[in-house]
């Protein structure tokens, strides 16, 4: 183990990690369903879905064995002026879950760039209209991903700070509730002339803090973007795939966004790659016999067909019997452990929505650096789990497979921490 282990320090710059003073990496060697095992044999249970990626389990011998016969068959290959069947059924499958108003889909390769392809398509939506409406709309809070693009339209914060003064500006807005509405409304009215797009993440701020709203005052900013013409994407990215109890938090809204963004959850977790889909009007806007019309953007391994094989292999195990099941049960236990819990002291703002639980432990400096955040993480992983606060706040999102004894393991955990800190 210190072998791997000083292997990676001589040689490996880990994401979101200060290297100088980060304990040493864990050694992980194997995944099986819910369960992480490190190099001396420790078993850990995943208990935030590897970054909020792995939905159905580790190493799914589904997943494994159609990812298996596509790289027996073809592995990868351009896709300008060419196609395959894995992406073809894959936009099928996908198209014919999302909501109706979605009509085209774009590959990529992870979140960030689904979310970067997404606001390329509505700034040229209009320019290719000969309007010059460049300014983006978003919310408080918010975190769409950490390429140039994707960090512009997410707050302001540490993780931007030294590339501030390169990104481009944008409106941000409270989330929206019963008091602020008009007043969101009326900001939105005052701009609307300049507006390219609105984008959000659909109920819940991950990275943000695990920040929930409701979906009826969501609803209203999406009729009022409507009826101002302002394009609206939907990042679900994070909420995508059963996160929020149904397939898509989009799902819980009477108004459909313009685009959708996904990734994480997409492939099972099981290797990169992003989507944007959008409608059939978006779409129609770069036709045209001016080839200046074209989206100009793609990737080396745009569409590649072994992750589009490990994403349609997902889309049958999420839409199984077992797996709906499962969420109605995940959702269930966490409403319980929430009612149980809400009234504590030591918290503040317990909420829950599908298979996401999160709190935040009542402590007087709250932040991304808190020191209670390394010890609660550390507490967990000597329990065996692994829950990655965001500062002071905990949240629970597992992989559907989960079982309820581990559920309930975790839930005790929470209770010891909660006599102890």
Known sequence: MNDLVSRDLDTIWHPYTQMKTADKPIPIVKGEGVYLYTQDGTKL?????????????????????????????LEHVIFAGFTHPQAVKLAENLLSIIPKNQAKIFYSDNGSTAVEVAIKMCLQFWSNQGQNRTKILAFKNSYHGDTFGAMAVSARSAFTKAFDALLFDVEF??????????????????????LACFIFEPLIQGAGGMLMYEAEDLDQILAHCKEEKVLTIADEVMTGFGRTGKLFASDHLLHKADLMCFSKGLTGGTMPLGITSCSQAIYDAFLSDDKLKTLFHGHSFTANPVACAASNASFDILMSPESQENLKRI??????????????PKLR?????????????DIEA????NNIRNTLYNFFLEKGIILRPLGNILYIMPPYCISDADLDYIYDQIREALTKF
């Open 45 to 73: 249970i995943d208990a935030v879905s590897s970054w909020w990626v792995n939905i159905h389990g580790h190493s799914h011998p589904y997943i494994a064995q159609k990812v298996f016969e596509q790289l027996k068959v």
């Open 173 to 194: 807005i409270d989330l929206p509730n019963k008091e602020n509405l008009e007043e969101l409304k009326a900001q939105i009215s005052e701009i609307k002339s300049e």
């Open 331 to 344: 959702t269930k236990k966490h409403q319980s452990f929430k009612k149980e819990i809400e009234g504590h």
């Open 349 to 361: 703002n317990v909420r829950q929505c599908g298979t996401i639980i999160a709190m935040d432990w």
């Open 366 to 369: 709250t932040s991304y650096f």
